[in-house]
Structures are given as C-alpha cells and as structure tokens.
C-alpha cells in the first residue's frame, strides 16, 4: 500500500478540476450527501458545488457546459434523481457531449444484504437504474473497492474525453469515504485521440492529395464532429491554406469562422438556399469534415453531392469515394493534407466565394413594423459580436439562426439531433457557468427561446439569479409551439400554452436585485434597443420578450416540416 492515502471522493474531485470542470452540477439527496461534503476539501474557492433546480435541468446545463468548457459533471441520487436526469444524458449521448454522470448509490453494506430501501423498486435489485444507463453511456463503473477505485476513476474520464460521450460512475455512500492510493494524481490523464494507423493514414492521404489535385472545383463542408473533436484550429487552417468556398450544416455553425472571406453559406440538402445550393452542389469534390447526417442536419437526407465525388473526414475514420480507411482521424490527418498540397496551385483554381450576408426583409402579409423571423435573425446577427455564447431553442430559433451569421470566436450551442424542447434554459445556465469558469469570462452569454419551450425548464433562470449570471434572454412570444403546429396540428389545442404569463416581472419573481426586462413589439424598437449601450454591456441579467406572429416561421422550418410530416405519415 502506498503511503500516499486519499479519500475515494477526493481523488474523483482532483481528477475532475485536473481535466479543467470548476462547476460540479446537480441535485442533492441522501445517497450523494456524504460525497457532496468532500467537494470543499478540493481546490480553492473557485472550485464548487453549483446545484440545479431538478436533475433533468442539471443535465442540460451539463450539457451546455462541456460544449463550451470541453467535459462536465454531474451528480445525482440513486433512482428518483439519476432518473430524472436521463433524458438530458441521453441527448448527450445522441450529440457525442462528454458528461461524468456520478450517481450517489446506497451503501456497498446496504447492497449486500438487500434491504427494502426507498428509491428502489422494491425488489433488492440495486443494479437496474445502473443497466439502464449502460445504454446511454460510454462506460459504466461502480467503485465498491479502493483498491481499484483510482484506476476505475481515471479509466472511465479518459474515455469520456476521448469518445465525447456521457460516462455512468456509481459511488455507493460509505466508498466515497474509503482510503485509496493518491499517487496517480501525480500522473496526468491520458486525453490524447488515438494515434493514426501509418500505413492507412499515407495510402488516404496519398489519395486525398491526388483527387484534390485533380479536381477542378473543390468545396469544404464542415459539420458538428469538428467542433465535438477539438478539430476547429485545424479545419480552418484547411480553409485558410487552400481558399476553397466553405459551408457548414445547421450543426456545424461556429464550428469555423464565419467571418472568413472563404465562407459561403449554409448548406441543409433540398432546404437550402437554392444559390448556396448550386455552387455546392456544382462542386466535383467535396471535402466533408466531421459529418453528422441527421435529419434535420441535412434536409432529411437530401444531400445532391455523390458519394463518389465526396472525401469524408471523421474522428477515427476516413472515407474517399468509396474507400474506407480505419483509424485515420481527421485532427491529425488535416495538417498533412496541407502540408502535402502544393497551395500555391490549389489557391489559383480555388472556386470563388459568393455568400451574401442575410439581410432584414419584412415578411409580406403582415402590418408595417412588425417582427418577423425573416427579419429577427439577420437582424440579431447585427447585434451579436465577437467571442458571444449563443444558445438556440430545438425549433423555432434552431431553424431562424440559420439566418443569423456568427461573428468570429463566437460558440453556437444548439440540440439538431436530440431535439428536446426546453434544453436550452438548463443549456444557458451551463454555458454562462463554463465562461464564467473560463480564461474569458467576460464574453457575453445569449438564449434565444420560444415561449411554450421556456415552460418546460424556466426554473433554471432561477439558479442563474442565485449564482450571479448575467445572460441575455429573448423570449420569442409567439402563443405555443410553432415547430409542432407546422408538422401536425396547426390549430390542434395541444400546440397552446398559457399565454398569460408576465414576462416582464420573471426575472424579479425568482429574486433578481438588479435585472431589466423589454417588452419588444415592432421592428424599430428592437433596433433602438440594440443600439442601447447599457443593454449591449450585459451588465445584468436582462430578458427581452420579442412579439411575433402566431404563425411566423423561418423559411427552413417551413420546409422542413413539411418532410417530416410526410414522413411521419409512412406506413
């Protein structure tokens, strides 16, 4: 045994601030208190308990935390509470979000002999809340030991880091407390990718030189993986290096500079805009970097580009034509593409760009000065600046911010695949924490929310309040929930909500000292309020309640519906 003792708890805490998280999200209940307490002994002040309102609004802001801040943790009690949190665990799953779900389980004692405890089914199994969420999860471990216990610990965080997936880890009560070996602190974790396999990665580099020098008009389009697997620095550098015309996949915003001159357009299959679509399409190679082929990521799949013409470039594989080639990673493959292209060359038949930034057009139909999504989003794009946190509702804002270009440095947060209405609030709040836990603090932190999706998670805004966040909260007022209206239900009673909420007096109700509220109806005074120094500086936490037409809706969203309609009617 070594002579370097540390408390099981301790050594998964100094594990956690070592990989960077300063936020330890969740709920507290009686399996998980004795490991709570252990929290304090780690760190300075700076690393801390930050509880949640409920555990599903802890896993979204988990959630939102790791997409800005890299990994996350939560903790949560045995059955009713880790429950609680699965939905938002699973959309982790679904999106590749790396969170350390720690569930505080009863007693290694306990577990043993089987008792009749509450929180359980009753039926002496306390593994079954476990198995499920073996499904969801990368890996599952349960520390009954402390002898095994540090290894256990660093082997499932390396994993969660690498795959960016949720991790399960149970801590029964008393094995927080067991006295383990402290000498693997000493040795950083293991959170390098895989290294490529040399022989694959020089036969798919050799032919991805070869097409590219071949092809007479090469297009790039970058999706979600590239920000998942840390690839962002080096799939710009490609854009910089070779100059090809460049688009991304609702996903994939932010994920590249959009301010670059090489950017042009959003690229979501048949949906999208059809100049946008031709030069892309027109394209005899497309280098496609980090794909995520949902549906509502790619127009439900109607991308016009043959495989034959396409270069795939993943985490751990890649694909040219028809080619596959095993552990070739992207993140250390892109700087060989462009150390082996000949640029000079590459640049002189690079494509040109012609993106036109999205104008505010007011939407036909409705009274002069009135908000519509046509002219929201381009117009929101005027008000956003460098290094912002923008977080969009599944819906309505996911759709809209298509329109809206990010500027540079900017992170985009949204849920495309998962999709669950109400993410957003418990995304927000960890988002404003992993900035205020960042180099950056200062940046700024935007939620852009319809109304019916506020309901489901709008306590969250709460916990902002209580730990001193200051986002800036649209609430689009539109009278319920437009996305499902357009799919199935225009006039349906099930797509209302309570219309008469206060907005203005939310922030207030849940004890905001110093907040400001807006109430928006027409075009001008939004413009007025951008234009407001004191708004801009986000001083404060602020709400902005925007009116919009019942019926208003992007123009993708439109589309999109309408295919997802037809195929929810398939037999």
Not at 152 to 181: M, N, Q
Not at 491 to 513: M, R
Request: hydrophobic share 40%; glycine share 8%.
């Amino acid at each position: 045994m070594s002579s370097e003792q540390i408390l099981v708890g301790e050594y998964l805490f100094q594990r956690l601030l070592q990989m960077g998280i300063k936020s330890i999200l969740g709920v507290p209940g009686d399996f998980n208190l004795a490991l709570l307490d252990l929290i304090d002994k780690v760190g300075d002040e700076t690393f801390r308990w930050v509880g949640n309102a409920n555990e599903l609004n802890g896993a979204y802001a988990a959630d939102g935390y790791a997409r800005v801040k890299g990994i996350s943790a939560i903790i949560t009690t045995f059955g009713v509470g880790e429950l609680s949190a699965l939905n938002g665990i699973a959309g982790c799953m679904s999106e590749r979000i790396p969170v350390v779900h720690i569930v505080g389980v009863p007693s290694t004692k306990n577990q043993a002999v089987k008792p009749l405890l509450h929180h359980t089914l009753g039926d002496g199994d306390f593994k079954v809340f476990e198995r499920m969420s073996a499904e969801i999860s990368a890996e599952v471990q349960f520390l009954d030991s402390a002898e095994t216990a540090p290894q256990k610990i660093d082997h499932i965080l390396e994993t969660c880091w690498r795959e960016k997936k949720p991790v399960y880890l149970a801590i029964p009560s008393d094995s927080g407390y067991f006295s383990c070996d402290a000498s693997g602190l000493k040795t950083p974790l293991n959170l390098s990718y895989p290294e490529n396999c040399p022989v694959a990665e020089a036969e798919a580099l050799k032919e991805i030189v070869s097409r590219i020098n071949s092809a007479k008009k090469t297009a790039i389009l970058v999706d979600a993986c590239v920000s998942r697997f840390d690839a962002k620095e080096e799939t710009q550098a490609l854009i910089d290096a070779t100059h090809f015309p460049t688009y991304v996949t609702p996903m994939g915003k932010t994920a590249i500079n959009e301010s670059s001159p090489y950017f042009d357009g959003v690229y979501v299959g048949s949906l999208t805009e059809p100049d946008v679509k031709e030069r892309l399409e027109s394209a005899d190679l497309l280098l496609n970097v980090g794909a995520l082929r949902s549906d509502f990521n790619t127009g439900t799949f109607t991308y016009g580009t043959p495989v034959t013409n396409t270069i795939e470039l993943h985490s751990t594989w890649t694909q040219v034509g028809t080619a596959k080639y095993e552990k070739v990673g992207m993140k250390a493959l892109l700087p060989k593409i462009i150390a082996a292209l000949d640029l000079k060359a590459v640049q002189a038949k690079a494509a040109p760009v012609n993106f036109k930034v999205p104008t505010p057009t007011a939407a036909e139909g409705y009274p002069a000065g009135t908000i519509t999504q046509k002219w929201f989003w381009p117009t929101l794009s005027t008000f956003l600046k460098d290094s912002d946190v923008v977080v969009t509702e599944t819906g309505t804002s996911n759709f809209g911010s298509l329109d809206c270009r990010m500027p540079k440095n900017a992170t985009h947060l949204s849920q495309v695949l998962w999709g669950a209405i109400g993410w957003s609030v418990g995304a927000l709040f960890g988002a404003c924490l992993a900035v205020k836990d960042s180099d950056k603090p200062d940046r700024r932190t935007v939620l852009i929310v319809g109304d019916g999706s506020l309901a489901l998670t709008v306590q969250e805004i709460s916990t902002c309040i209580r730990q001193g966040l200051k986002p800036i909260i649209f609430v689009i007022n539109n009278n319920g929930y437009t996305i499902e209206r357009l799919i199935h239900g225009l006039h349906a009673v099930y797509n209302d909500i309570n219309t008469e909420w206060n907005y203005q007096n939310l922030l207030k109700d849940y004890g905001a000292k110093d907040s400001r509220s807006y109430n928006i109806h027409t075009e001008t005074e939004l413009v007025e309020l951008f234009q407001n120094k004191e708004f801009a500086a986000a001083d404060v936490i602020q709400l902005v309640e925007v009116h919009m037409p019942l019926l208003d809706a992007p123009r993708v969203l439109v589309e999109q519906a309408k295919l997802t309609a037809a195929i929810n009617k398939r037999v």
